[in-house]
T-cell receptor, first 113, second 115 residues
Framework: EAEVAQSPRYKITEKSQAVAFWCDPISGHATLYWYRQILGQGPELLVQFQDESVVDDSQLPKDRFSAERLKGVDSTLKIQPAELGDSAMYLC???????????FGPGTRLLVL | AQSVTQPDIHITVSEGASLELRCNYSYGATPYLFWYVQSPGQGLQLLLKYFSGDTLVQGIKGFEAEFKRSQSSFNLRKPSVHWSDAAEYFCAVGYPSGSARQLTFGSGTQLTVLP
């Protein structure tokens, strides 16, 4: 069964450092989402891509976060510089065609010290 | 704006007992509704979804949910809980964004299962 891949699974960094997360969606899925999930809360959307274009990044803290999906396939989410409050699980999801269901990857758990 | 409320932060049930997790949504149009489950340190797995038609939907692992438009609710049920059902459960509403949909999630309900 096809799955969304994410790496790394865990990342520990010091504040002010740069971090990057990678996501490979299910093959053929044109829509890709990045979510942030703070412990004890539900996921919150950071950015939505349709192919290589950003559809919505209104919740992305653009002073420190950036996201790209250059060839419309895999995607990278970057934080520079990381802050203590960025400690969270970062989830990637993808959706294909006319299907309404989003499929989630295992996530990257970030700890900023 | 859309929102989802899961009023129960934590529920404890005994193995074999029945389960109902509550979800209320706020959305101006016909909602697309989802229940996801998340095991510790893992991503989210879809349990079931409702888009239209029969208001009682069946999902994986023996779960079902009932859409009640008059109550703006989409409660998740299971007749007999297994120890492996212990996890966090999230209700979500989908709404249009460009050519796709976005999800707004509730804050989740943590389920503990006692032996």
């Amino acid at each position: 069964e096809a799955e969304v891949a994410q790496s790394p699974r865990y990342k520990i960094t010091e504040k002010s450092q740069a971090v990057a997360f990678w996501c490979d969606p299910i093959s053929g899925h044109a829509t890709l989402y990045w979510y942030r999930q703070i412990l004890g809360q539900g996921p919150e959307l950071l950015v939505q891509f349709q192919d290589e274009s950003v559809v919505d990044d209104s919740q992305l803290p653009k002073d420190r976060f950036s996201a790209e999906r250059l060839k419309g396939v895999d995607s990278t989410l970057k934080i520079q510089p990381a802050e203590l409050g960025d400690s969270a699980m970062y989830l990637c999801a993808s959706k294909g065609g006319t299907e309404e269901t989003q499929y989630f990857g295992p996530g990257t758990r970030l700890l900023v010290l | 704006a859309q929102s989802v409320t899961q009023p129960d932060i934590h529920i404890t049930v005994s193995e074999g007992a029945s389960l109902e997790l509550r979800c209320n949504y706020s959305y101006g149009a016909t909602p697309y509704l989802f229940w996801y489950v998340q095991s510790p340190g893992q991503g989210l797995q879809l349990l079931l979804k409702y888009f239209s038609g029969d208001t009682l939907v069946q999902g994986i692992k023996g779960f079902e949910a009932e859409f009640k438009r008059s109550q703006s609710s989409f409660n998740l049920r299971k007749p007999s809980v297994h120890w492996s059902d212990a996890a966090e459960y999230f209700c979500a509403v989908g709404y249009p964004s460009g050519s796709a949909r976005q999800l707004t999630f509730g804050s989740g309900t943590q389920l503990t299962v006692l032996p």
